[in-house]
């Protein structure tokens, strides 16, 4: 199972917990070549009702436990235009609920 394929096993039932409707992977886990420290970033759009901060970070830290290392968990509404390019290069979406 590749490595990508794992992180969704693993958090799957943290998307359904808080309401993510789509998920993607980004940044060197997108492109494989991440090192084994790198952090997982995370570009997620929600169900219509925004978490509020302290779900964000209860969310981001519940990740990190389950997936054994740092999330970057970045709410699609919230991407400046000038990074939109980048993510979407790299962008794979790994969960639509």
Known sequence: MGDIA???EKARPIFKKYGFRKVGVFGSRARGDNRPDS???LLFSDSGHPLGF??????EEELKQALGAEVDLVPDTTVVARMRPGIKHDLKIIYEG
């Open 6 to 8: 794992i992180l969704v």
């Open 39 to 41: 952090d997982v970033d």
């Open 54 to 59: 302290s779900q964000l970070l209860d969310a």
